[in-house]
């Protein structure tokens, strides 16, 4: 599976279609319906069920996607009060770069979007969530880490060196993958404390 391709999609309600076609007599359609409520956004069981890629479904797996749902909402919400958004030129550079990274084209990425269920337009929609969510987390949270040390760094290159013996010398390059890590596990820190804060101030209604 390509990495860094978006398995989910953030359903934000149904848009009827004018004059949909009549179904022939004897067809059957399942009806979405809302299982939660964050604020004023709903979330909706396709959400859920687009979220198992094949999975059988099953409470727990429902359950964590569900509280996985909730978070994104919440990110989403934080987003729009900070009046964020991610315009097409800066979707179309995390594509390309997604691209670059996994070394295939656009039919590549479009045939690895297909197998999980998703469009180029749903997957835009995905990306761009995820973008005004980091966005975010710069402005919000990114502030609040303080800097990262000499002294965490090789201690923490002690830690790899320990695990894997055939790690190379603490060079600059390697010196600077350490350092975002422990920047990145200090911003995911922030993150959950700020989540767990946020959901004890939003209304969340799940519905069975």
């Known amino acids: ?21 009549r179904p022939p007599v004897g067809a059957t359609a399942t009806i979405d319906r809302i299982v939660a ?22 409470p727990e797996l429902d359950r964590a996607i569900l509280d ?18 991610a315009s097409d030129d800066e979707i179309d550079l995390a594509i390309k770069a997604i691209e670059a990274q996994n070394k295939v084209g656009d039919a590549e990425l479009d045939q690895a979007l297909a197998v999980q269920g998703l469009s180029r337009a749903s ?25 990262i040390g000499e002294d965490q760094v090789r201690s923490a290159y002690a830690e790899l060196k320990a695990r894997e013996p055939a790690t190379g010398p603490l060079d600059g390059k390697l010196y600077e993958q350490l350092r975002q890590r422990l920047f990145d596990a200090e911003i995911e820190g922030l993150r959950r404390d700020w989540l767990a804060a946020r959901r004890r101030f939003v209304h969340i209604e799940r519905r069975p």
């Open 37 to 58: 409520m964050v604020g004023t956004q709903p979330i909706w069981r396709s959400q859920i069920d687009e979220r198992r890629y094949g999975q059988p479904a099953s």
């Open 123 to 147: 997957y835009r929609l995905e990306l761009a969530r995820q973008l005004v969510a980091q966005k975010a987390e710069q402005l919000d949270l990114a502030p609040r880490v303080s800097p």
């Open 1 to 21: 599976m390509i990495r860094g391709a978006v398995g989910l999609v953030i359903v934000a309600g149904a848009i009827a279609a004018a004059d949909p076609p």
């Open 68 to 85: 996985s749902l909730i978070d994104g909402a919440l990110e989403q919400q934080r987003a729009d009060e900070l009046h964020l958004t």
